[in-house]
């Protein structure tokens, strides 16, 4: 079965505790992203991936790292967090293709929190 | 950044009746696709129009998009409880494709 799969799917941490948050998929594709979702504010991008080694930022990429060592791995890893990092992400993958990335198919959510 | 705004934000309707979101963006797109939430849970996506085309359908979904007004309008015909999501569309820029913005949203409610 196609999936992306996000791991943990909850997690409660304390401040400054480093966390990663993984994400596989088994489509082979080339484009994974994180995304973070808050009311009101939609999903929102943290970082994205073309490709193995090719990361980039997304638009609210402070406070996280991530790595793409293997196709199928896009890990966030969260070095010092804070409570404003508290939220739900998600991690997504899609075929990028010649014209623009095709369909996403998203993971399940991991809803953070931070104290 | 190139964030759509879906219109309404909510939107509540009987079984049966239509329901019409809408969205705009900002810039120039490669394809505009709209994705649907189940509370709190993962998104999945409903159809993806190129920006060459005008209207695509997939069952009970209509989607428009109009990029001479950088718009796009999502309609559920005969819509069923079970629609009851939220919507949103997400926009793939046409000289950065390997973004996938998304919008706040539109929350469907629709009762029995």
């Known amino acids: 079965e196609a999936q992306v799969t996000q791991n943990p799917r909850y997690l409660i941490t304390v401040t400054g505790k480093k966390l990663t948050v993984t994400c596989s998929q088994n489509m082979n594709h080339e484009y994974m992203s994180w995304y973070r979702q808050d009311p009101g504010l939609g999903l929102r991008q943290i970082y994205y991936s073309m490709n193995v080694e090719v990361t980039d930022k997304g638009d609210v990429p402070e406070g996280y790292k991530v790595s793409r060592k293997e196709k199928r791995n896009f890990p966030l890893i969260l070095e010092s967090p804070s409570p404003n990092q508290t939220s739900l992400y998600f991690c997504a993958s899609s075929q990028g293709t010649g014209i623009g990335i095709a369909e996403a198919f998203f993971g399940q959510g991991t809803r953070l929190t931070v104290v | 950044s190139q964030q759509g705004e879906e219109d309404p934000q909510a939107l509540s309707i009987q079984e049966g009746e239509n329901a019409t979101m809408n969205c705009s963006y900002k810039t120039s797109i490669n394809n505009l696709q709209w994705y649907r939430q189940n509370s709190g849970r993962g998104l999945v996506h409903l159809i993806l129009?190129?920006?060459?085309?005008r209207e695509k359908h997939s069952g009970r979904l209509r989607v428009t998009l109009d990029t001479s007004k950088k718009s796009s309008s999502l309609l559920i015909t005969a819509s069923r409880a079970a629609d009851t999501a939220s919507y949103f569309c997400?926009?793939?820029?046409?000289?950065?494709?390997?973004?996938?913005?998304f919008g706040t949203g539109t929350r469907l409610l629709v009762s029995p």
């Open positions: 129009i190129r920006s060459n085309e």
């Open positions: 997400a926009t793939v820029s046409f000289t950065g494709f390997q973004k996938l913005v």
